[in-house]
């Protein structure tokens, strides 16, 4: 599929339209860059059904125009959402921990653990290094609760996407 943006461009004194998609790929309109269509967000208003933007840029442009972020304005959104919804959301950890017996169990038996100092927990990231920073533990495999990955928040958040 090739569609081409509607206002032409002057190249070379001849009128000339840009390619939007080339080889399964779309162009973004920010970084002019051409990339796979799971790199755009989903928009029906827009050709392809993608937005113009890539992630990546979308979320440069959203940063830029909303002036940085607002850490205080979230923790009190957050804050009030959470009264609002305090049985709705206990509820639903129950839920959760009832249906994800494996998962709670191995995080149990890993923080008795370390409690009773029978297991130190790292100060850096098994994969990027960094130190300071709050090391979480990861279980490639829950019915192995002691195979433990010691990551910071960013690895541990990369590792969950790639596996859903």
Not at 12 to 25: E, L, P, T, V, Y
Not at 36 to 41: H, I, Q, R, T, V
Request: with cysteine; proline share 4%.
């Amino acid at each position: 599929m090739q569609v081409l943006a509607n206002s032409p461009k002057k190249l070379d004194g001849r009128s000339k339209q840009i390619r939007i998609f080339k080889n399964g790929k779309r162009r973004c309109a920010r970084c002019l860059k051409y990339k796979s269509l799971d790199n755009f967000y989903n928009n029906r208003a827009m050709k392809g059904l993608k937005g113009s933007y890539c992630k990546s840029c979308a979320k440069e442009y959203l940063f830029e125009k909303n002036g940085g972020p607002k850490p205080d304005k979230l923790r009190e959104y957050q804050r009030i959402y959470y009264l609002k919804n305090k049985e709705r959301l206990s509820e639903y950890k129950k839920t959760w921990s009832k249906n994800n017996r494996h998962k709670t169990s191995a995080s149990w038996v890993v923080n008795a653990l370390i409690r009773k100092e029978e297991i130190i927990k790292p100060d850096s990231c098994e994969f990027c290094g960094i130190k300071g920073e709050k090391i979480q533990g990861h279980h490639p495999d829950y019915d192995f609760p002691l195979t433990i990955k010691w990551l910071c928040k960013s690895c541990h958040q990369r590792i969950h996407n790639k596996i859903r």
